[in-house]
């Protein structure tokens, strides 16, 4: 048996892995010791990758569909049709007619030929991911008042933080190392403050669990601010010397009615004093937060109002204290270095810009793409209306994890050409045209960024099971079959040193630089060439961070007389995003049964529903059948469900209402109706998705 040093493929903690290789097989993993990250621990998914990649259930060959069915065939055969089908839709309405959507699994080598893919052959910047329907709000956020949307300190700082706040983010279940390690904080004297409409674990533990009602974050923190405004508990010397001018802010927060923010968010005026004594005067205050700021419509200025805080306070810049947002996939942080992002080209340089685009038209040997691309559910919206004819969806699936289900299947169904490329057949893969078999994180080489900007090293164990092949290569063949050459890259290393070249922040970044150590992090060049472990120390990548008046901003629908309950969504710790690989794991699907409602036991009771009864949810875009959980977690009036179950898949109920800045959809708010279904009677399986779930695949 052999030991290859790896990195965990779900949650963006980035744990440091072994995997433990026999006869050409991952037959387990471990834990790899001294990792600056997990410090010799893995939480339960970690410990099941090896089910994850298995190769039953692998996609092994390319597949071509055919009267509806799907049928083996060879690479060449199925590269030629995929190159045919872009190639008329490019011929049919240009580059606007073509888009690729990338993959926050894959690696940073992968993410950088997507969006070459798309800029340099397609010529197209309709290049998108997750992000989008994740931290987009941060990215457009940040970018705008601190010049930077990724997490300002290293996991590790939360050891020297003595104020620990985490704003809509359940990080003991989706961050679990990081959970973990905000709790021995707590144990060594930290104050724990949690803000979530739900008990989650970590608020059930912290010292101070602001039970917000939804949607209200602007609120909340816009009336802590001005309590501290108020009472001259901001940090004076530090808005003098660090930021642009706070009286507009000021103005605008002495102008709210402290009682009517109150009223808002649900929290009394005496506890919010008490956070914002506490947070302002903490030596070292660590924010961190997920999706509960950024799903929503008011997505950007939730974190605007995050920032201000922050900034106000001076709780950034140091060790122990920042603002982070949890980067949730395993790299989608680095699918946004990568420039797999409709705005940016690598290392977030603007794709608007006719320099950068010289640049790299230079640097890549061809024209590159001109006009603005599309946002990933923007291309949605384009397919229904006739202008997006093809699509390249590389390791996503959109149908069960994008908002308002019955949409998505509506755009696949208008597009002409749909290619997806997977290592399983997903509920998107199963509606593509041609479905090409991608390798794991296992069988190649490469690198993931995780949240806190650690570029890691991943290595090659295993051949990939059958024809598969890693995503770049993939990439390169059908650039060759369009005519372009600059894909054929001799192997992952010399893509990096490709990427080093262009992206100012990796300049001083090498394969055998990230070995030397557990990874760097960016900036990593000629300024900071052992990484930067903290941002923003002494200045702001636009100089002096801007302070910026947002105001609250209700959720798009409300619980009315037909749709009476409020609805979100959340994850469960066993199972993660679309559950393609989780769902392989016999370990961690016993845990939980498939696709479950959350209900308060008096809201349940007052329908006469029993625990795990059957009930038919519905909302304005689509409805579906599952069982409840009753839990005190959630306030009454207010239902959940996790998105990991094909089978009850919460998105054909979400609203793709959208923040106007990032396009991000409100995935954390809706209104539904709630129907029992006769005691005993089964909930039925979603139509339409599958009728098989991806275990027995
Ligand atoms: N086990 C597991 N881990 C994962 C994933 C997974 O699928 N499974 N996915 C990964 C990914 S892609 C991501 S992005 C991260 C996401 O990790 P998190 O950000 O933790 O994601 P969620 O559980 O969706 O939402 C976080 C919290 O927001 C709260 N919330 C809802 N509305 C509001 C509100 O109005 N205000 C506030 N303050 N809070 C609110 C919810 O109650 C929930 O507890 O997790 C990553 N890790
Ligand atoms: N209702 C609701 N919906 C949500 C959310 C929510 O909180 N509520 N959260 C949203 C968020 S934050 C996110 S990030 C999205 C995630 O949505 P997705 O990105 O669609 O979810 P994943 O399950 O991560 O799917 C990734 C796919 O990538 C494949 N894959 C893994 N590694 C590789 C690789 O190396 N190459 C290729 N080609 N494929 C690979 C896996 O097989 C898997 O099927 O879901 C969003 N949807
Ligand atoms: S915390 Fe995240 S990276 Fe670490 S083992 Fe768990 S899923 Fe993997
Ligand atoms: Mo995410």
């Known amino acids: 048996m052999r030991v290859v040093p790896s990195i965990c493929t779900f949650c963006g903690v980035g744990c440091g892995l072994g995997l433990r290789v026999e006869d050409g097989r991952v037959i387990g993993v471990e834990p790899q010791p001294g990792h600056p990250v997990s ?41 030629d049709l995929v190159a045919d089908g872009l190639r008329s839709a490019l011929d049919e309405r240009g580059p606007s007619g073509v888009g690729v959507i990338s993959c926050a699994r894959a690696t940073n080598e992968d993410n950088y030929a997507a969006q070459k893919f798309a800029r340099a052959v397609l010529k197209s910047n309709n290049i998108d991911h997750c992000a989008r329907i994740c931290h987009s709000p941060s990215v457009a956020g940040l970018s705008r008042t601190l010049g930077s949307g990724a997490m300002s300190n290293s996991i590790a700082d939360i050891d020297q933080a003595d104020l620990i706040l985490v704003v809509g983010a359940d990080v003991t279940e989706n961050h679990a190392m990081i959970g973990a390690r905000m709790l021995r904080a707590q144990a060594r004297g930290a104050t724990l403050v949690v803000v979530d409409p739900r008990k989650t674990r970590l608020a059930r533990l912290a010292d101070i669990h602001l039970q917000l ?95 201000n805080l922050v900034l106000a306070c001076g709780q950034i810049g140091r060790p122990g204290t ?35 685009r010289a640049k790299f038209a230079a640097a890549w040997g061809t024209e590159v ?148 150590k557990h990874g760097l992090q960016w900036p990593c060049d000629a300024e900071h060439p052992r990484g930067s472990p903290i941002l923003h120390r002494q200045r702001f990548p636009i100089g002096r961070a801007r302070l910026l008046a947002v105001s609250q901003v209700d959720v798009d629908e409300l619980p009315d007389a037909e749709y009476p309950f409020a609805f979100t969504t959340q994850r469960l710790h066993f199972h993660y995003g679309c559950g393609s690989m989780t769902r392989k794991s016999p370990l961690l699907e016993r845990e939980t049964p498939a696709g479950l ?54 998105n054909r109920l979400t609203n793709d209402a959208q923040d106007p800045i990032s396009k991000m959809p409100e995935l954390k708010a809706c209104a539904v109706a709630l129907q029992p279904l006769p005691p005993g009677q089964a909930p039925s399986r979603a139509a339409g998705a599958s009728e098989v779930t991806h275990a027995s695949l």
């Open 39 to 79: 410090q010799g621990q893995l939480c339960a998914k970690g410990w099941a990758s090896s089910f994850a990649i298995d190769p039953h259930g692998r996609l092994t060959q390319p597949l071509i569909k055919e009267h509806g069915q799907f049928r083996p065939a060879s690479w060449d055969e199925a590269l």
């Open 213 to 307: 009602r939804l949607g209200s974050n602007i609120a909340l923190l816009n009336g802590l601010l001005q309590i501290i405004l108020a009472n001259g508990w901001e940090n004076a010397a530090f808005l003098a010397e660090r930021c642009a001018d706070i009286a507009p802010l000021r103005r605008h927060l002495a102008a709210l009615s402290l009682e009517q923010c109150s009223a808002q968010c649900g929290i009394g005026v005496a506890e919010l004093e008490r956070v914002a004594y506490l947070f302002s005067q903490a030596k070292a205050a660590f924010t961190a937060y997920g999706m509960g700021i950024t799903q929503f419509q008011s997505g950007t200025n939730n974190v605007i109002a995050l920032s």
């Open 322 to 356: 920042g603002i982070n947002p949890l980067r949730g996939q395993n790299n989608v942080q680095g699918a946004c270095d990568m420039g797999c992002l409709p705005n940016v080209y690598p290392g977030y340089q603007e794709a608007s810009d006719p320099a950068v």
């Open 369 to 516: 793409a001109q006009a603005p691309g599309l946002t990933s559910l923007g291309m949605m919206h384009a397919a229904q209306q006739g202008e997006l004819r093809a699509l390249l969806i590389m390791g996503e699936d959109p149908l069960q994890t994008d908002p308002d289900q019955n949409q998505v299947a509506r755009a696949f169904a208008a597009l002409d050409f749909l290619v997806v490329v997977e290592l399983s057949l997903t509920a998107t893969a199963q509606q593509a045209d041609v479905v090409l078999p991608a390798a794991a994180f296992a069988e190649k080489d490469g690198t993931f960024t995780n949240c806190e900007r650690r570029v890691q090293r991943i290595r090659q164990a295993i051949a990939p099971p059958g024809l598969a092949r890693s995503d770049w290569q993939i990439l390169g063949e059908l650039a060759a079959r369009l005519g372009y050459a600059g894909m054929a890259w001799r192997d992952a290393e010399a893509l990096f040193a490709e990427i080093t070249a262009l992206t100012p922040s990796f300049s001083a970044m090498s394969y055998p630089a990230l070995e030397a």
């Open 597 to 650: 409602l959350f209900i308060h036991p008096m809201d349940a009771a007052e329908l006469g529903l029993a625990q795990h009864q059957g009930v038919r949810v519905r909302s304005r875009r689509g409805f579906l059948e599952t069982r409840i959980e009753l839990t005190d977690d959630l306030p009454r009036g207010t239902l959940s469900m996790p998105y990991h179950f094909i089978e009850a898949p919460c």
